[in-house]
T-cell receptor, first 110, second 114 residues
């Protein structure tokens, strides 16, 4: 069963606009949530995280929002830049390991 | 080392042969993880090590898969009698301690079974 779901396999956004990537999870025992970014032929790199006791965490152009009651988190990138084009994985930490979603491919159009 | 190193970067093997994939984690990182990514799919957890022991092997798909870690450093993932469905990118990651979820990943080994 897929405990972390990213229902949009791809997203296209104009440069300068906001990118919103969404993620849903099913296991209420997850206590930490992360976003990873992956370029082709490279491993995923950690981008930003949020503890389950918070509802928002911001780092520069990247903000992650967590809605625990809805078991939903999102990543906002503003303004989007062409270099942000990559696959973004939502992930949830618990039981001493990280469970990943299937990824959303973001394309930022210049 | 400065990052997580995996070798080989690419491996093509014939069905039925055994393969060994290697991971060198960041020095001092006690936790090490193996994931795989099949084409068009997400990252699938295989196994994790805390030091030299493997508390969670729940993701290993079958008894053809095994992994070991020696000296709290290098880990090898061995796949015996490879099948075409084993074709995937195998990713290794490490973190300072278990429960530290900000993993550092290697670039992966792309395994193709023909």
């Amino acid at each position: 069963d897929q405990q972390v779901k990213q229902n949009s396999p791809s997203l296209s956004v104009q440069e300068g606009r906001i990118s919103i990537l969404n993620c849903d999870y099913t296991n209420s025992m997850f206590d930490y949530f992360l976003w990873y970014k992956k370029y082709p032929a490279e491993g995923p790199t950690f981008l930003i995280s949020i503890s389950s006791i918070k509802d928002k965490n911001e780092d520069g152009r990247f903000t992650v929002f967590l809605n625990k009651s809805a078991k939903h988190l999102s990543l906002h990138i503003v303004p989007s830049q062409p270099g942000d084009s990559a696959v973004y994985f939502c992930a949830a930490g618990g039981y001493q390991k990280v469970t990943f979603g299937t990824g959303t491919k973001l394309q930022v159009i210049p | 080392g400065a990052g997580v190193s995996q070798s080989p970067s690419n491996k093509v093997t014939e069905k039925g042969k055994d393969v060994e994939l290697r991971c060198d984690p960041i020095s001092g990182h006690t936790a090490l993880y193996w994931y795989r990514q099949r084409l068009g799919q997400g990252l699938e957890f295989l196994i994790y090590f805390q030091g030299n022991s493997a508390p969670d092997k729940s993701g290993l798909p079958s008894d053809r898969f095994s992994a070991e870690r020696t000296g709290e450093s290098v880990s090898t993932l061995t796949i015996q009698r490879t099948q075409q469905e084993d074709s995937a990118v195998y990713l290794c990651a490490s973190s300072l301690n278990r429960g530290d979820y900000g993993y550092t990943f290697g670039s992966g080994t792309r395994l193709t079974v023909v």
